[in-house]
């Protein structure tokens, strides 16, 4: 069964400061791994994904994120945070030869304080 | 491009009345087509997908149902509402045929409130 874990509800950063959102997950075997954020009142829009290849994915908004195959983690990273970061994101797994659903993680909402 | 609709974006709704949210999509054929509920302070839970005209798909048992009687058109219902059915709900579609590693664009929800 697939399953993600974000073990922080809130994650309360300083502006300019660097930023880390985790995750973990359990497949059964290799994952395609996401990150999604979503804004106050909105759905959720894509961040960055994982396929295959170089563990450090950039994706939007200078987000980037680094798989780790051996900790089972997909870990959200900015080199400097923003007001406008702050949003509730989710991480979210999918089984390479699995059903096509996607797995959510229970979020983390992250502040950025001016 | 492609663009997702979904409507209402927020009801209120007595318990015991039915419910039908809808989504709809444009600019691609054949997608793939999820419903999820995000309910309050909790991540999201997957509740029915499609891959085609009449596949559903269910992830957990509940008291709602889903169906698709058009290629770009995911109804999300119910034929009584219960309290613990209040959440946002969000539509998504994703490419179908494809790899696995597709990403989901997600429509701006439904926030539903059963009182």
């Known amino acids: 069964a697939q399953s993600v874990a974000q073990p922080e509800d809130q994650v309360n950063v300083a502006e300019g400061n660097p930023l880390t959102v985790k995750c973990t997950y359990s497949v059964s075997g290799n994952p395609y791994l996401f990150w999604y954020v979503q804004y106050p009142n909105r759905g959720l829009q894509f961040l960055l994904k994982y396929i295959t290849g170089d563990n450090l994915v950039k994706g939007s908004y200078g987000f980037e994120a680094e798989f780790n195959k051996s900790q089972t983690s997909f870990h959200l990273k900015k080199p400097s945070a923003l007001v406008s970061d702050s949003a509730l994101y989710f991480c979210a797994v999918r089984d390479r030869t699995g059903a096509n659903n996607l797995f959510f993680g229970t979020g983390t909402r992250l502040t950025v304080i001016p | 491009s492609q663009t997702i609709h979904q409507w209402p974006a927020t009801l209120v709704q007595p318990v015991g009345s039915p419910l039908s949210l809808e989504c709809t999509v444009e600019?691609?054929?054949?997608?793939?087509l999820y419903w999820y509920r995000q309910a309050a302070g909790r991540g999201l839970q997957l509740l029915f997908y499609s891959v085609g005209i009449g596949q559903i798909s269910s992830e957990v048992p509940q008291n709602l149902s889903a169906s698709r009687p058009q290629d770009r058109q995911f109804i999300l219902s119910s034929k009584k509402l219960l309290l613990s059915d209040s959440g946002f709900y969000l539509c998504?579609?994703?490419?179908?045929?494809?790899?696995?590693?597709?990403?989901?664009?997600f429509g701006s929800g439904t926030q539903l409130s059963v009182l």
């Open positions: 998504a579609w994703s490419v179908v045929g494809g790899t696995k590693n597709e990403k989901l664009f």
């Open positions: 600019g691609t054929s054949n997608p793939n």
